[in-house]
């Protein structure tokens, strides 16, 4: 597997909960932290998360993380505008010896 | 604070080479590693490979074994990618982002983004 399965968009209306969820293998996911960034149209990617449930500084509590298995999933509570954007996870593969990224998730919000 | 400013865009013909640079501030620059990702037009992000800035080593992504060089130049606080025998499936985005192995926060800070455009 040469990259992690997200679903192609996501939506949800100001103040809900929405999730994304990431699906690897035994050789990624399953065995290795997952890793969440943000990215706007135009710009650099942005960590969310890291080492699969950790909020960098700067980063709201609106935003948590959870894996289970060879699957992870990225929440995002309280939404709000200002959260669409393109999601992608990531997981280093010890298969292949290099990183993996998922093909991202729109987030629209409605 | 941590600002990683990459060289601006380039057009290549197919078969040549690009390098591309990433310098680095607002850190201690050889406490880190970089690494290096690309994204292709619409696409999603691609890792090509990463150097421990403090000792130099290197390791690169299978796919672009053979065609990519990832070097440092300390004194310059820099970073550079440079990868070979461009063809179009190259035209891309091409990102260094800052890799805080110390505390497992991989890609925590990246650089601006450098469009490479491979056409004849």
Request: hydrophobic residues 30%; charged residues 15%.
């Amino acid at each position: 597997q040469s990259v992690l399965t997200q679903p192609p968009s996501a939506s949800g209306t100001p103040g809900q909960r929405v999730t994304i969820s990431c699906s690897g293998s035994s050789s990624n996911i399953g065995r290795n932290d997952v890793y969440w960034y943000q990215q706007f149209p135009g710009s650099a990617p942005k960590l969310l998360i890291f080492r699969t449930i950790r909020r960098p500084s700067g980063v709201p509590d609106r935003f948590s993380a959870s894996k289970s298995g060879t699957s992870a999933s990225l929440a995002i509570s309280g939404l709000r505008s200002e959260d669409e954007a393109d999601y992608f996870c990531a997981a280093w593969d010890d298969s292949l010896s290099g990183w993996l990224f998922g093909r991202g998730t729109k987030l629209t919000v409605l | 604070q941590v600002h990683l400013v990459q060289s601006g865009a380039e057009v290549k013909k197919p078969g040549s080479s690009v390098k591309i640079s990433c310098k680095a501030s607002g850190y201690t620059f050889t406490s880190f590693y970089m690494q290096w990702v690309r994204q292709a037009p619409g696409q999603s992000l691609e890792w090509m490979g990463w150097i421990n800035i403090g000792n130099g080593n290197t390791m690169y992504s299978q796919k672009f074994q053979g065609r990519v060089t990832i070097t440092r130049d300390t004194s310059a606080t820099t970073t550079y990618l440079e990868l070979s025998s461009l063809r179009s499936e190259d035209t891309a985005v091409y990102y260094c982002a800052r890799d805080n192995v110390k505390v497992g926060a991989t890609f925590d800070y990246w650089g601006q983004g450098s469009l490479v455009t491979v056409s004849s």
